[in-house]
Nanobody
């Protein structure tokens, strides 16, 4: 499995930007899917964005056009660039790595967007 550590969360005003980073403990070359989930208080965890091995991306409707997922296979990193942030984007954001027979989760990083 892959150990994941997120960073880059924080407090930002509405309309601002943040970039979340996800550091993997080992190569992500053979990881099938890298992704980001989030969980807001009182709500279920939801998929925000994902990227498959072939580079195909998938985004939640609520973040399309504002968020961009990327990865750096050489550095074993995944990123989530978040622009035009809204108060409803406030949540704990989790990085995930899905491989054959496993899904690894990071510990999460808090993103708070003030109005």
């Amino acid at each position: 499995q892959v150990q994941l550590v997120e960073s880059g969360g924080g407090l930002v005003q509405a309309g601002g930007s943040l970039r979340l980073s996800c550091a993997a403990s080992t190569t992500i070359f053979r990881v099938n899917v890298m992704g980001w989930y989030r969980q807001a208080p009182g709500k279920q965890r939801e998929l925000v964005a994902s990227m498959s091995t072939g580079g195909r991306t998938n985004y939640a409707e609520s973040v399309k056009g504002r968020f961009t997922i990327s990865r750096d296979i050489v550095k074993n990193m995944a990123y989530l660039r978040m622009n035009s942030l809204k108060p409803e984007d406030t949540a704990i954001y989790y990085c995930i790595a899905e491989g054959i027979g496993y899904i690894s989760w990071g510990q999460g990083t808090q993103v708070t967007v003030s109005s």
